[in-house]
């Protein structure tokens, strides 16, 4: 099983929806969760972190299920300018390192 | 957050050429990683490099194929050597945040080997 795991998409959504990619990791002991946005040709950028309690950053909100070893990212009201890869990041390897893993990225289309 | 910049931002080699890769950040810090990126493909890490001690490698990359530098907090290295066209693709260094881990990533450097 990878360590951190992403459905790779596309998700080809129109203007206006909203959409919802999940991601999953096998280390129970990670503790740190994150959303990054890669644009084509482009270095990743933070999104936002991840927090136990869920987290809102305007159309976005992430969501972490330590039970079920999961975070989610939702995308609320599309727009075209959301097309990019989201990457699931999480920090903290067997062991106690903070090495960060990325999964390998779910790319979003946003069409008119 | 950190200001990251990478020299060159891309490059077209020879075969059995080595290339290095200047990564200069605007504030010190400890943690600082170098990781490829083949087109379409995620991240993937090849080293950790700490100042002061050798870099850590990740399974399948050595010390002999991408030798690192950390001479100090703000600067690092990595060569590419004796390149091949398997070893074409996006280098990207990072930094990690010190209070909260959030990476900081530099614009990568596009290096092409023909």
């Known amino acids: 099983r990878k360590e951190v795991e992403q459905d790779p998409g596309p998700f080809n959504v129109p203007e206006g929806a909203t959409v919802a990619f999940n991601c999953t990791y096998s280390?129970?002991?990670?503790?740190?969760f994150f959303w990054y946005r890669q644009d084509c040709r482009k270095e990743p950028k933070l999104l936002m972190s991840v927090y136990s309690s869920g987290n809102e950053d305007g159309r976005f909100t992430a969501q972490l299920n330590r039970a079920s070893q999961y975070i989610s990212l939702l995308i609320r009201d599309s727009k075209l300018s959301d097309s990019a890869t989201y990457l699931c990041?999480?920090?903290?390897?067997?062991?106690?390192?903070?090495?960060?893993?990325f999964g390998r990225g779910t790319s979003l289309i946003v069409h008119p | 957050s950190a200001v990251i910049s990478q020299k060159p931002s891309r490059d077209i080699c020879q075969r059995g050429t080595s290339l290095t890769i200047q990564c200069q950040v605007d504030s010190q810090v400890t943690m600082m990683f170098w990781y490829r990126q083949q087109p379409g493909q995620s991240l993937t890490l090849i080293a950790t490099?700490?100042?002061?001690?050798?870099?850590?490698?990740e399974s399948g990359f050595v010390i002999d194929k991408f030798p690192i530098s950390r001479p100090n907090l703000t600067f690092s290295t990595l060569t590419v050597s004796n390149m091949s066209p398997e070893d074409s693709s996006i280098y990207l260094c990072s930094v990690l945040g010190t209070s909260t881990y959030e990476q900081y990533f530099g614009p990568g450097t596009r290096l092409t080997v023909t």
């Open positions: 490099a700490n100042q002061g001690s050798e870099a850590t490698y």
């Open positions: 280390n129970s002991a990670s503790q740190s």
């Open positions: 990041v999480v920090n903290g390897r067997p062991g106690g390192s903070y090495i960060p893993t």
